[in-house]
């Protein structure tokens, strides 16, 4: 579970670089959502997060495992929720040159497709 989450993560990051690759640097609320809203983001351990307008995110673990969420901006700061434990764990995106996303946890995120 805690990869289907670093996954999510980790797209979520992605999808925000793309939206805005000329913009590097700490990526507001507002490019949060523009890179996450209805794009698949892939983390660097393999595993992906498919994020809705919604606020539902699906999680594929690198085992084909799914989990559904949800996800929610706090300020500047992506947030995320996964119904097996409840438990939300909030980071701060930052957009790298290269387009991936760094999150507050270490993750990098890619956008997928």
Known sequence: MRGI????IAATAI??????????????GER????????????SSGASSSYRADGTVTNKGT???????KWRLDGDRYCQTIPADGTEGCF???MQKDGTIRVSNGS???KAG
């Open 5 to 8: 989450v670093i996954a999510a």
């Open 92 to 94: 701060t995106l930052e």
């Open 108 to 110: 990098i995120l890619t």
């Open 15 to 28: 999808l925000a670089a793309c939206s805005n690759e000329n913009q590097t640097g700490p990526m507001n």
């Open 32 to 43: 949060i959502k523009a890179a996450l809203e209805g794009a698949t983001w892939s983390s």
């Open 63 to 69: 085992n084909g495992e799914t989990a559904e969420g």
